[in-house]
């Protein structure tokens, strides 16, 4: 068996910087458009540029997940809406 290099970047590390990342602008994206109300299809089509790339799709279908987990969307039927504390925490930011 061969270890990995000292150093060397884990796989799931970038992979997990990458989670973080479209989480990030899935909840940026979200909040831009607020009060507008976006689908979890209209949002996947906004941040993949109309790819039908199974890949990108799943990245946002993940983030939205974990975002809905941690409180700061939430999912009604098809739409992905900020939560009150997510819009707070923007207003807040901004000033």
Known sequence: M???PSGAPSPCASTSAEDHD????V???????HPETLT????IRELSNGSADFAR?????RAVRELSGAGLVHR????????RAAVNYRDLAGR
Request: charged letters at 25%; glycine letters at 0%.
């Open 27 to 33: 909840l940026d994206q979200i909040l831009f458009l």
């Open 57 to 61: 799709r799943d990245q946002v279908d």
């Open 76 to 83: 009604v039927d098809t739409l992905v809406l900020p939560t």
């Open 2 to 4: 061969q270890t990995q």
């Open 22 to 25: 479209m989480e990030a602008l």
């Open 40 to 43: 979890l299809d209209e949002l």
